[in-house]
């Protein structure tokens, strides 16, 4: 037989039903529905992997997601590796790949393993004290040693071909855990009408009844009930069933996130499948029945590979048909121990003995133990365990000493009780209260609408449970406006009921103990290392957690919390309420960076946005930039061009004939209304009541701080209609801020804000031929100067019939227009525009040339030559201030003591003296090149291009006092030398604007 | 005319069909965006021959015109016909707003007993029959881009989203239609 430790007629899996997998390197052979780890066991392989800090052997030690051990990576192929898979959750199918992890050379001999023997060194806080000083070594020893040393598993180095989806869902009522309480809750939620969604993280639902072989619901054995009762509820219309599906996360207002595992349990999931997919479910009330972990037993080398969790062995029996060993001792504080005890018993698997930490131990369990002629030795603890990479014995000896018997054993169960799970109430920011005489932590006082019910309330007996998430459900679906009138009936005929627990550290691991007696298994932490921490003076149980790092990573406290609040609070001779506890996170159990993201990779990472003109652009050979979510023909290169080059000609054509440049992205918003001239005079710097119908005006919108906010032009299309532009990365913020000044300063105003950014097309033709190309297209508009002269706008159709706005405006300084069409005729009014311009030596354009020919008429671009900080004045602009205005958006800020001061920086232009350098954008300009480092600093360049139009370098700059220092000299001190600059105004090219009107 | 100019539709030749779901670019279509205060509604209902609906997530529809509550003061009206709205508006002698978006919007027909499952793989909303029936409308959000989306039959959902974000809206709608269909 290959599965040795498979027990014919155990469990609940079908022996016909193999799978083939592999554990480093190794063949075996389980069944189906097997986790990774009960097939393991079943093959008798308990060690699994290496922990984290001392590299000890570690075996199985549960049988669901608190596992803190079995962490092994899953290799589907060479692009599917997954890292620190618990192997408990891991289902198998045929053909799986599993290895161990933080093991070299390998599993069973790990050098890494000397860390355990130089763990006094490696204590509590040790990252704290060791790597304080010389500072010197940070960077050449002590940060690649951490770099090293840190994580657990390797990171997939090649990217995810998985997909991961996504599903927003909203109930009456989500019932967090399918176990006997979530069950009847969904039920009881669902017959009264309510829309109920339920989830658990296991394959199956059944929960504890998964192991618990004493219970009888309904007539039937309590797993038949609950498969029963699933596929009922799968049944109704009005539920969904979820399982492999994990409430991670519980966020405000009932929003809570599930990690739904589709395919990790298939051999060959089909390709239309997502690998996991992500809930985010919005229920109007939350049922939580997440149930209770146990606690493992705090005592000397109580990590050895074949300890584990009784209730883990009674899973893995009782499910699958294995057995954890063939003589096994058990070692408990609680009653539930005995149950495991018992089954195994019943199956043919000796027990060594139960040790029971209580003196006198009683309940039904115990009596059915002791009848059935298992030695029980109470009062007694297990000092110490034989065996490295696997138990072997257990040294037992009565509380506070006496001679210890060795008891030869090849597997150790051991429970210190249960803990209620309130991870998911604590999320929801509930506050716990500690119940003194269960010694446990409780859901207290609820934060919101949701209400827990079974283990993970603290109800134990079975039947009370039932009655609690009947009432639960039905209470749940009438909050939640459900009018159904059916109603739940289940009758529990038989249950399991467990005494006994206890927190801390065991026999032989108390004060003054050097054992290992671990706590946390996952983060290496033991009973000593609380108590080091505590001596060393961490009194708060959130210090003493980052001290140690008990329940942190994974483990989220599942296993390790109330062992570590108990022997701190010994320590600090405190009762454990006084001493807290620590913060239950999110997630839950891990949750993959795949099904944060889900769609939003590739394509779907973010929008791109793209104009109707793009792959006109895309055919004739444009690169691209990117502004904001929009792709920007950036240039157009021809054959053998470099981007200097082509920027150079295009600059050049533009000036000498004509270019073509697509202005779709700039921002446009239509303000209509009444009050819709008034309304822009206050948003605007400028004056604009007295603009006529049919012009054009430069605009300059500030903050309320005086400082320039945007720029644009505005076109007044009727007496209550404006086309207003906008930057283009500007065009949501210029919207946001007119509507928040409208509805919150001037809410008298009757005008209306709507975006037109996307419904026109701009196609600007600059240039002195571009009157002559456009002509022929533009019906019903005289395009002479004295008609139709620069900064105007007229209505009109173009291309035979298309509405169509035309601007004759300039960002270039040449005579130009702007023909804004309908979107969807963009492209073809475009080409109609390039078959006329391009046989007369039109080139078309992108955004490099349109910042050139801009800066050589010195006209500023919002956000590059200004920063938040630059006042109209700042920037050359005192024109655009109406000075005859009573009252405009960033006037009071304007006249702020600050803002009128001398010594303000200033926009200027700037040559370079050798007439040949390009300065760095961004580069710091100084007074006195030899003044000592760090030199006082009076302005820094904001733009700067070679300019061929103007034969050399031009820059803009905002320099301090800049408007007085016409002509001076000014140092740009760069790595590799100084350079000189000569301050100038800001026009580089025509500096009397004659091209523009011609 | 305009005719002989090319058209180009932002989703030309998109499409996608499963059992769950079909995807496909709705038809060009004449839009406004309407505004106006409540003592417009009347007068302007009736200049355009549909009553604007005055209540959050409604519509109404009569023949091809359909308008969609986006606020307090803002309708969303479509005409499947291509009918002139701006001029029908304009036999309403009462205060209003209303622009020309025709070109700015372009929608995606999404249908099926998929579709549902389809939207819900970005949009947050509760599109179940109770909370969100035929006929119902909202301004929403799938992934990161803003749509408006309009219920217009059980199994029939008419997405509008500006032209730009259509090729990431169509996109999203394919990840989710396949997933609704896994």
Known sequence: ?998 | MADTMKRAHPLEGRGLGNAAVTLKPAAPASRISLRAGTDAVAALSKALGVDLPSRPKTTASKGARTAIWLGPDEWLVIDAGGGDLAGACAKAKVLYSAVDISHRNTAIEVSGPGAAATLNAGCPLDLSDAVFPAGAGARTLLGKAEIVLWRAGADIWHVECWRSFSPYVFALLEAGARDAAA
């Not at chain 1, 390009?918 to 300019?947: C, F, N």
């Open chain 1, 1 to 998: 037989m290959t599965q040795p430790f498979r027990i014919s007629g155990a469990g609940r899996l079908s022996p016909a039903r193999t799978a083939r997998f592999t554990f480093d390197g190794a063949s075996y052979q389980g069944l189906e529905g097997d986790t990774l780890a009960s097939a393991l066991l079943a093959n008798g392989v308990h060690l699994t992997g290496r922990s984290y800090k001392y590299h000890r052997p570690r075996g199985i030690l549960s049988a669901g997601s608190e596992e803190p051990n079995a962490l092994v990576s899953i290799e589907r192929d060479a692009t599917r590796r997954a890292p620190n898979v618990r192997a408990t959750v891991q289902e198998l199918y045929d053909g799986l790949v599993a290895g161990s992890q933080n093991r070299w050379p390998s599993l069973k001999w790990d050098i890494g393993e000397v860390n355990n023997l130089g763990s006094p060194f490696f204590s509590a806080g040790f990252y704290y004290k060791t790597f304080m000083w010389p500072k010197a070594a940070w960077t050449k020893l002590y940060e690649p040693f951490i770099r090293n040393a840190a994580g657990l598993g390797v990171a997939p180095d090649q990217p995810d071909p998985d997909h991961y989806a996504s599903r927003h869902a909203h109930c009456d009522v989500l019932v967090i855990g399918a176990g006997a309480a979530g069950l009847v809750a969904a039920l009881s939620a669902a017959k009264a009408g309510a829309s109920v969604v339920i989830c658990d993280e296991q394959a199956e639902a059944g929960g504890a009844l998964r192991h618990e072989s004493g219970a009888r619901i309904g007539g039937r054995d309590g797993w038949a009930w609950a498969q029963d009762t699933a596929a009922e509820l799968a049944a109704m219309d009005n539920v969904r069933v979820l399982t492999r599906t994990t409430a991670f996360g519980y966020h405000a207002q009932n929003f809570v996130a599930l990690a739904e595992r589709v395919t990790d349990h298939l051999a060959a999931p089909g390709h239309t499948m997502p690998r996991e997919r992500l809930w985010q479910v919005r229920a109007r009330r939350v049922v939580i029945a997440a149930g209770a972990i146990e606690r493992h037993m705090v005592f000397a080398d109580n990590d050895r590979p074949g300890i584990m969790l009784a209730s883990a062995a009674r899973i893995y029996l009782n499910h699958y048909g294995v057995a954890v060993g063939r003589k096994i001792g058990v070692y408990t504080a609680s009653d539930s121990a005995y149950g495991a005890a018992i089954d195994l018993h019943k199956a043919g698997v000796a027990i060594a003995a139960i040790v029971d930490t209580r003196d006198d131990p009683s309940g039904p369990l115990v009596e059915e133990a002791k009848a059935l002629g298992i030695k029980v030795l109470a009062g007694h603890g297990v000092t110490r365990v034989g065996g490295r990479l696997r138990v072997s014995s257990m040294s037992v000896r009565p509380n506070g000493g006496g001679t210890p018997r060795h008891v030869a054993i090849d597997a150790l169960i051991t429970s210190a009780g249960w803990t209620p799970s309130v991870h998911m109430f604590s999320q929801s920011r509930g506050k716990v209260r500690w119940d003194e005489a269960t010694k446990r932590f409780l859901p207290g006082t609820y934060a919101q609408d949701c209400a827990c019910v079974g283990a993970c309330n603290g109800t134990d007996d079975l039947a009370d449970a039932v009655s609690e998430a009947i009432a639960a459900g039905a209470k749940a679906a009438k909050e939640a406006g459900a009018k159904g009138r059916g109603a739940a009936k289940i009758s529990v005929d038989a249950s399991e009921s467990w005494t006994g627990g206890m927190l801390g550290s065991a026999e032989g691991a108390g004060p003054g103990s050097t054992v290992k007696a671990f706590i946390d298994f996952q983060n290496d932490v033991t009973a000593k290392d609380i108590r080091q921490a505590v001596h060393e003076g961490m009194h708060s149980i959130e210090h003493v957690k980052r001290f140690t790092t008990n329940g942190m990573a994974t483990d989220q406290g599942k296993l390790s919390n109330l062992h570590g609040l108990a022997i701190a609070a010994e320590v600090l001779d405190r009762p454990i309420p006084q001493v807290g506890l620590t913060t239950f996170r999110q997630p839950f159990t891990p949750v993959t960076f795949g099904t944060i993201v889900n769609h939003g990779r590739g394509g779907l990472f973010d929008v791109t946005r793209r104009t109707p003109i793009h792959d006109w652009a895309a055919e004739n050979g444009a690169e691209f930039e990117d502004v904001g979510n929009w792709k920007r023909a950036w240039y157009f290169p021809r054959a053998g061009e470099d981007m200097h080059a082509a920027v150079n000609r295009e600059c050049r054509t533009v000036r000498d004939v004509a270019g073509i440049f697509d202005a779709s992205t700039l921002g446009k918003i239509e303000v209509v209304g009444p009050d819709a001239a008034a309304f822009l005079n206050l948003i605007y710097t400028n004056p604009f009541l007295k603009l006529g119908v049919g012009r054009l005006r430069y605009g300059v919108m500030c903050r309320e701080d005086g400082f320039i906010y945007d720029d644009g032009v505005v076109g007044r299309i009727a007496e209550d209609r404006f086309h207003v532009t906008t930057t283009t990365g500007g065009a949501p913020r210029v919207l946001n801020h007119m509507e928040d000044y409208l509805q919150t300063e001037f809410p008298h105003m009757k005008v209306w804000l709507t975006s037109t950014s996307e419904q026109w097309a701009v196609i600007a033709v600059q240039g002195p031929k571009a009157r002559e190309i456009i002509a022929p297209l533009v019906e019903g508009v005289d395009l002479d100067n004295e008609s139709f002269p620069h900064m105007s706008v007229r209505e009109c159709t173009v291309c035979g019939g298309i509405p169509a706005r035309l601007f004759r405006m300039s960002f270039t300084g040449e005579a130009g227009y702007e023909i804004n069409v309908p979107a969807d005729y963009g492209r073809a009014v475009w080409e109609a525009v390039w078959a006329l311009g391009e046989p007369m030596g039109m080139c078309a354009y992108g955004t490099e040339t349109m910042h050139v020919l801009r800066a050589e008429k010195g006209y500023i671009i919002v956000g590059q030559d200004t920063d938040g900080t630059v006042t109209p004045h700042d920037a050359g602009l005192s024109w655009a201030v109406g000075k005859n205005k009573t009252d405009f958006v960033g006037m009071r800020g304007l006249m702020r003591p600050d803002l009128v001061a001398e010594g303000r920086k200033q926009l200027v232009g700037l040559k370079t003296r050798d007439g040949r350098t390009v300065l760095e954008e961004g580069a710091q300009i100084v007074a006195d090149p030899k003044a000592r480092v760090p030199m006082p600093m009076i302005g820094h360049v904001t733009s700067s291009y070679w300019s061929d139009n103007c034969g050399g370098p031009i820059a803009l700059a905002l320099v301090k006092d800049g408007q007085k220092r016409m002509g001076e000299t000014l140092y740009v001190p760069m790595p590799d030398g100084v350079i000189e600059v000569e301050v100038t105004g800001m026009v580089f090219f025509d500096d009397k604007g004659e091209r523009i009107n011609g």
